[in-house]
């Protein structure tokens, strides 16, 4: 079993950046794939970036390559989502999930976070 708790969300300007994290409860953290997704209102959930347990591979959707890093720190249970040139578009609820294998398929993701709301004003 793993909790799963993001922070770190706010308001910033477009251009700014912010910095997500998500802290994992229980020991087998590191077992874990580890992903970001996000959902803006009134639309679905869509991937953001994901990264393998051992932090040798990571995945991101097209429209964040170049402006977000995803990182972890597996002595910390925590996996990060580093934001720069943060657009208005990226406004959503931001949520750290783990699972199996790094992918784009929220399906594929076993526990989820409650989410942390990130606003980008224009």
């Known amino acids: 079993q793993v909790q799963l708790v993001e922070s770190g969300g706010g308001l910033v300007q477009a251009g700014g950046s912010l910095r997500v994290s998500c802290v994992a409860s229980?020991?087998?953290?590191?077992?874990?794939?580890m992903g970001w997704f996000r959902q803006a209102p009134g639309k679905e959930r869509e991937f953001v970036a994901a990264?393998?347990?051992?932090?040798?591979?990571?995945y991101y959707q097209d429209s964040v390559k170049g402006r977000f890093t995803i990182s972890r720190d597996n002595a910390k249970n925590t996996v990060y989502l580093q934001m720069n040139s943060l657009k208005p578009e990226d406004t959503a609820v931001y949520y750290c999930?783990?699972?199996?294998?790094?992918?784009?398929?929220?399906?594929?993701?076993?526990?989820w976070g409650p989410g942390t709301q990130v606003s980008v004003s224009s």
């Open positions: 999930a783990a699972g199996p294998l790094p992918g784009s398929n929220w399906s594929i993701y076993n526990y």
């Open positions: 229980g020991r087998t953290f590191s077992r874990y794939a």
């Open positions: 990264i393998s347990w051992s932090s040798s591979s990571t």
